[in-house]
């Protein structure tokens, strides 16, 4: 099992549209996580981050957190072309004392 | 957040030399980190680099592949030692600026490296 797993991609959406990527681990004891996007030839951006259970929001960005179902999405508003991108969540587990990332899931928004 | 910045920003190497890519941060930071990506993958921990002691290795990265120096609290190098094609990858380094494990990870704009 890998320790964070995002739902498959490629992702689709049109211009306007609500975009949902989805993230579990399996760390339970773990306490930080994140969002990064990452454009194509470049390194990655933080988007955001959140550490405690339920909607952290910011601008068209919400992150959710579930601790119990080991659970965070981000939920993007309004998508634009310009958010089509790669989104990478990571996880900062405390066993290992590192940022693990998943494989990421790759989102276009139509015009 | 941080400003950092990598050299080089992309070499092409030939096989079985070894580069070493920088990395300089606009403040003092505790906390380097440095990652490899992959073609089409996400991104693996090399190493934890805090200044003052030895660099903490992952499973799977040795030290005699990736030395990494860390001379003060703004630098920090990689060396990619006797290099194949098969570390042909992107190389990131990250920052936490708090010193608090788990903080979040501000990254360099990478290089990209191509070993022929």
């Known amino acids: 099992q890998k320790e964070v797993e995002q739902n498959s991609g490629p992702l689709s959406v049109p211009e306007g549209a609500i975009a949902s990527l989805n993230c579990t681990y399996s760390?339970?004891?773990?306490?930080?996580f994140f969002w990064y996007r990452q454009y194509s030839g470049k390194s990655p951006e933080l988007i955001m981050f959140?550490?405690?259970?339920g909607d952290k929001e910011d601008g068209r960005f919400t992150a959710q957190l579930n601790k119990a179902s080991q659970y965070v999405s981000l939920l993007i508003r309004d998508s634009q072309p310009s958010d089509s991108a790669t989104y990478l969540c990571?996880?900062?587990?405390?066993?290992?004392?590192?940022?693990?990332f998943g494989e990421g899931t790759q989102l276009t928004v139509n015009p | 957040s941080a400003v950092i910045s990598q050299k080089p920003s992309r070499d092409i190497c030939q096989r079985g030399t070894s580069l070493t890519i920088q990395c300089q941060v606009d403040?003092?930071?505790?906390?380097m980190f440095w990652y490899r990506q992959q073609p089409g993958q996400s991104l693996t921990l090399i190493a934890t680099?805090?200044?003052?002691?030895?660099?903490?290795?992952e499973s799977g990265f040795v030290i005699d592949k990736f030395p990494i120096s860390r001379p003060n609290l703004t630098f920090s190098t990689l060396t990619v030692s006797n290099m194949s094609p098969e570390d042909s990858s992107i190389y990131l380094c990250?920052?936490?600026?708090?010193?608090?494990?788990?903080?979040?990870?501000?990254f360099g704009p990478g290089t990209r490296l191509t070993v022929l």
């Open positions: 959140i550490y405690s259970n």
């Open positions: 990250s920052v936490e600026r708090s010193g608090r494990a788990g903080d979040t990870q501000y």
């Open positions: 990571a996880v900062w587990e405390t066993s290992g004392s590192r940022l693990t």
């Open positions: 680099a805090n200044q003052g002691s030895e660099a903490t290795y």
């Open positions: 403040s003092q930071v505790t906390m």
């Open positions: 760390d339970r004891g773990s306490q930080s």
